[in-house]
């Protein structure tokens, strides 16, 4: 056998082989009701956390966030771009001098590193969902501050 066809018959087979090769498993289907949530106290007071994929400490992950009747928070950001979505409750977020009320289905995103406050206004828990695009992190900006 020539050196050609050897390398063509090498091409072909492996061609065969990678149309035979079972496919990359997709990723698990999750599902969680919200009564099967699992809250843990997070290390600010007034704040839980519940995952739902992924693990918050180490990468991106997905989790609700609750804060209780009347927390609010310091002046702060987070390393990680995220992605938020009011499920219950009022929140008042304040982003570059601005104050925004927030309730259920609304939506913002905090990329950048980008400083801000909140609030939660009414009679009951703020519950948001977040998509987080890497490990988890609360960083007060006075602590910023004196890193710099």
């Not at 900006?141 to 004196?146: Q, V």
Request: glycine share 6%; aromatic share 6%; net charge negative.
């Amino acid at each position: 056998m020539t050196e050609r066809r050897l390398v063509l018959v090498i091409l072909a087979a492996l061609t065969l082989a990678m149309t035979f090769s079972p496919a990359p498993e997709a990723a698990a289907t999750t599902v969680t009701p919200m009564s099967d949530l699992k809250w843990s106290a997070a290390a600010i007071p007034g704040v839980s956390t519940a995952v739902v994929e992924g693990d918050m400490t180490k990468g991106p992950s997905h989790f609700y966030l609750k804060y209780d009747v009347g927390l609010v928070t310091p002046v702060h950001h987070h390393s990680p771009d995220h992605y938020v979505t009011v499920v219950s409750g009022t929140l008042a977020l304040t982003v570059d001098g601005k104050e925004h009320r927030l309730g259920p289905g609304s939506f913002f995103a905090l990329t950048n590193k980008v400083k801000h406050t909140a609030r939660v206004e009414g009679k009951e828990p703020c519950i948001m969902f977040i998509d987080a695009r890497g490990a988890w992190d609360v960083v007060p900006e006075s602590a910023a501050a004196d890193k710099e």
